[in-house]
Every structure is written in structure tokens, then in C-alpha cells.
């Protein structure tokens, strides 16, 4: 007799997600507070409101991505019924460029607020995000672009699809989470931004909270087993 398949419903690891963000926003607005005198602006707007803007922003897409799957896979498909996936996933992917959009003049605003010498920010940047362009690059090549917006809760071909094992994945199962987001750390490095270094770990502590409370139990569910590759 097969196994039973993991329950799951809309609000499952929601609790656990509210708290971790709540202490992450916590922590992030504390060191923030600590070094706001070093603020700038860009395009007339402040550090401070770049800075909110770049912690808001991931929120925004991870509470979205939470959303659409859990009313994808517990509400009989209601995303694909709805909107469809296609609409879906271009909604994904312009939250992920508003990531972006607030973070990058946060690291100019806030640009040379780090006390490191720049030959020791720009070989540190480097080695960050040298291996985040690798698995930036692995992802477009191998994964696909639908099967990391999350392709599996919505098409069942996708998930009989094998495991991608070439690029970064060769290396590690989840190559977006664990090396594409040192991306921001390193350019906040480079342009000596302890605001975007602020920003760059919440965003990157983020995104495990989101695949503990949100993505992996969903996994559970689909796969019915606790090791998998991700899937966003």
C-alpha cells in the first residue's frame, strides 16, 4: 500500500513564516537604525525609504508566490482556473525585477558607507558574485525559467522530470537559494553599501524561511517525500 500523502492547507508553515519575517524585519530595522546617519539619496529619494523599499519588495514576491501555490494546489487549481499560469508567472517575474528595482539604488544611495578599502570590496564582491552569475546562468541553461517560477504545482509534467544534476546543480540541489542570492551580497560589497549588506541578508534569510514554511512542505505534498530539488 502506498504511503499516505502529506496533509497541507492554505495556512501550513504560515505561522512559522509570519514569525521568522517579523523577527527578520526586526533585526534588519535595528541594524538599519544603527548606521542611518550614513544615508544618501538617489532620484530624490532617501536611503531610508530605498532601504523599506528593499525589504518590502521581497515580502511583496515570496507572499505572492505563497499565495498563488497554496490556492494552486489546495483550492482545485484555482490560479490555473483564474489567471493561468502564464499570467501567473509573468506577475513572478516582475516581482522578482522589483527586487531589483529597490535594491540597487539602495547600494548607490547608500554607497561607501562600509569602512573596507575598495581593492578588498571589489575582490570580495567578485568572489560573491562571479558563483551567483554561474547560477543565474545554470538555472536559465538547465532548470528553466517556468520550473523555477514553480512550474510543478501547476503542470504535472513537470513533475516527472527528472532532477537537474548539470551546471551549479551538479554541485548542489538548490543553486538558486544557496549561491544565485550571493548576488546582492556582493554587489553591496563592491559598492560599499552597509545598507544593501542589510538588505542582501534579510532578502537571502528570506528566501530559506519562504522554502521551509512554504516551499518544502508543498514539495511534501506533491512528491509525497522530504528530499527534492527546488522548485522557485
Given at each position: 500500500m502506498a504511503p499516505a500523502m502529506p496533509r497541507l492547507s492554505f495556512w501550513t508553515g504560515q505561522i512559522l513564516h509570519a514569525t521568522g519575517l517579523a523577527l527578520l524585519l526586526l533585526l534588519s530595522g535595528g541594524a538599519w537604525a544603527a548606521i542611518a546617519p550614513l544615508s544618501g539619496e538617489f532620484l530624490g529619494i532617501g536611503s531610508d525609504g530605498?532601504?523599506?523599499?528593499?525589504?518590502a519588495a521581497p515580502v511583496a514576491h515570496q507572499t505572492y508566490v505563497w499565495i498563488c501555490w497554496r490556492l494552486e494546489l489546495v483550492h482545485s487549481k484555482a490560479v490555473?482556473?483564474?489567471?493561468?499560469?502564464?499570467?501567473?508567472?509573468?506577475?513572478?517575474?516582475?516581482?522578482i525585477a522589483g527586487r531589483l528595482v529597490a535594491f540597487v539604488p539602495l547600494?548607490?544611495?547608500?554607497?561607501?558607507?562600509?569602512?573596507?578599502?575598495?581593492?578588498?570590496?571589489?575582490?570580495?564582491?567578485?568572489?560573491?558574485?562571479?558563483?551567483?552569475?554561474?547560477?543565474?546562468h545554470s538555472v536559465v541553461r538547465y532548470f528553466g525559467m517556468s520550473r523555477a517560477a514553480g512550474a510543478d504545482h501547476f503542470d504535472e509534467r513537470y513533475r516527472k522530470m527528472p532532477l537537474?544534476?548539470?551546471?551549479?546543480?551538479?554541485w548542489t540541489s538548490n543553486g538558486m537559494y544557496g549561491v544565485a542570492f550571493l548576488g546582492p551580497w556582493g554587489?553591496?560589497?563592491?559598492?560599499?553599501?552597509?545598507?544593501?549588506?542589510?538588505?542582501?541578508?534579510?532578502?537571502?534569510?528570506?528566501?530559506?524561511l519562504h522554502?521551509?514554511?512554504?516551499?518544502?512542505?508543498?514539495?511534501?505534498?506533491?512528491?509525497?517525500?522530504?528530499?527534492?530539488?527546488?522548485s522557485g
Open positions: 530605498w532601504f523599506w523599499a528593499a525589504l490555473s482556473r483564474t489567471i493561468g499560469f502564464g499570467r501567473y508567472r509573468a506577475v513572478f517575474f516582475i516581482l547600494a548607490w544611495a547608500n554607497r561607501d558607507s562600509l569602512t573596507l578599502p575598495l581593492p578588498a570590496r571589489l575582490v570580495l564582491g567578485s568572489l560573491l558574485l562571479v558563483p551567483s552569475a554561474y547560477a543565474m537537474v544534476s548539470e551546471g551549479i546543480f551538479r554587489l553591496a560589497l563592491m559598492l560599499g553599501s552597509a545598507g544593501a549588506l542589510i538588505a542582501a541578508a534579510f532578502g537571502h534569510a528570506y528566501v530559506w522554502y521551509c514554511a512554504t516551499e518544502r512542505p508543498d514539495m511534501e505534498f506533491i512528491y509525497g517525500q522530504t528530499q527534492h530539488a527546488s
